[in-house]
């Protein structure tokens, strides 16, 4: 299943350059949860700028963990934290630091995470939390936009 995206893609994608840059990231990316339970990810490195992928049903991955708790999750160090050092997760090159919000529609319905994550282990610092956290809302509008909720 491919999700056609509309021309706000481009906004959407650009959103999330920006926010993977001033974070000085590896990744940023958007997880939608769909009616059917699949998983679409928007990235800021979608290489045509027009699909998003379903990635299958909701597992144990850290985005998961953030839907499940509707709660911001920090973690600075992937592999010595005991709640995030087994989970199904990874980025090529490796996976050491992740950050991701929850993301809600207008009404307050949980729809999916906004996540930022580093090869590496990093320190996120309270700027860093709160700029990421302030642009879930922006991700949010774009994704609805997009109509995939």
Not at 129 to 138: Q, T
Request: with cysteine; glycine share 10%.
């Amino acid at each position: 299943m491919t999700v056609q995206f509309t021309d706000t893609i481009t906004p959407l994608v650009q959103t999330l350059a920006r926010v993977r840059e001033r974070l000085e990231s590896d990744r940023v990316f958007a997880t939608v949860v769909t009616g059917s339970g699949h998983v679409i990810y928007a990235d800021d490195t979608i290489q045509n700028g027009r699909s998003g992928t379903p990635v299958g049903t909701r597992g144990e991955t850290l985005p998961d963990l953030v839907l499940q708790m509707d709660f911001p999750l920090v973690v600075d160090n992937i592999f010595s934290n005991p709640a995030t050092s087994r989970m199904n997760w990874s980025l090529p090159g490796g996976l050491g630091a992740y950050m991701g919000v929850p993301v809600h529609d207008h009404d307050g319905t949980l729809r999916g995470t906004v996540s930022v994550c580093t090869r590496r282990p990093r320190h996120w610092n309270s700027a860093d939390v709160a700029y990421f956290a302030g642009a879930g809302p922006e991700i949010s509008k774009l994704l609805h936009a997009e109509a995939v909720w």
